[in-house]
Nanobody
């Protein structure tokens, strides 16, 4: 069973930092690109960042570029998001997301974790 479990969220003051983690299981973690996606209250999902299977290629939304860093440890089946210089507009539930191929087929299923709340407020 594919599982993605986020942790590390919390309440932080503007300008502060948090490090989110996403523990993966049930699939070959090192074979897939993984995303961070967030959803603020009353808004739709916003893609934040992605990292390729080996970790050598990363992408960021303009809204977080230069402040957030995505990384992964394939030996630990874990994805990270280091968030620095946090702003109130970063307040959201943060999810890790991956499209995983259904074994023995060419079909893919979109998997999501349960999310972790990040609140940036003074």
């Amino acid at each position: 069973e594919v599982q993605l479990v986020e942790s590390g969220g919390g309440l932080v003051q503007p300008g502060g930092s948090l490090r989110l983690s996403c523990a993966a299981s049930g699939f070959t973690f090192g074979g897939y690109t993984i995303n961070w996606v967030r959803q603020a209250p009353g808004k739709g999902p916003e893609w934040v960042s992605a990292i390729n299977f080996g970790g050598g290629s990363t992408l960021y939304a303009d809204s977080v570029k230069g402040r957030f860093t995505i990384s992964r440890d394939n030996a630990k089946n874990t994805l990270y998001l280091q968030m620095n210089s946090l702003k109130p507009e970063d307040t959201a539930v943060y999810y890790c997301n991956a499209k995983i191929r259904v074994r023995y087929t060419s079909n893919y299923i979109d998997y999501w974790g349960q999310g972790t709340q990040v609140t940036v407020s003074s």
